[in-house]
């Protein structure tokens, strides 16, 4: 199943992480967005984003945005997670953890199974 994600601070701050499988394994090549909420559960407009590296590391350097935030991470054969980062997040990185796309949604899709 979903591993539990911490939150990460931001504001003018760093905000750095890794994309893992439901192994544990590291995701390189993830596409990981920061993205505004909009109104309701809308989503808003994206603000950054970034590929993870080899070892499924991701950072950016300095994020000024007004939270809440919303981080979405995207990758071949893996469901698309998104995670809230509110204004009372203090850690410094993250851990995002990717589960298996399932079958129905990969044929949906048009992707062989």
């Known amino acids: 199943m979903l591993g539990i994600c911490q939150t990460a601070a931001f504001g003018g701050s760093s905000i750095t992480g890794v994309v893992r499988d439901s192994s544990g394994a590291p995701v390189p090549g993830a596409l ?65 953890r990717l589960a298996p796309e399932s079958v129905n949604a990969a044929i949906k899709q048009g992707i062989p199974v």
């Open 32 to 96: 990981v967005q920061i993205v505004t909420v909009g109104a309701g559960s809308g989503i808003g407009a994206i603000l950054e984003q970034t590929r993870s590296a080899g070892a499924g590391t991701f950072q950016w350097p300095s994020v000024d945005a007004a939270p809440p935030l919303r981080i979405r991470v995207t990758a071949s054969s893996f469901a698309t997670r998104e995670i809230v980062l509110s204004p009372a997040s203090t850690a410094s990185s993250i851990e995002i």
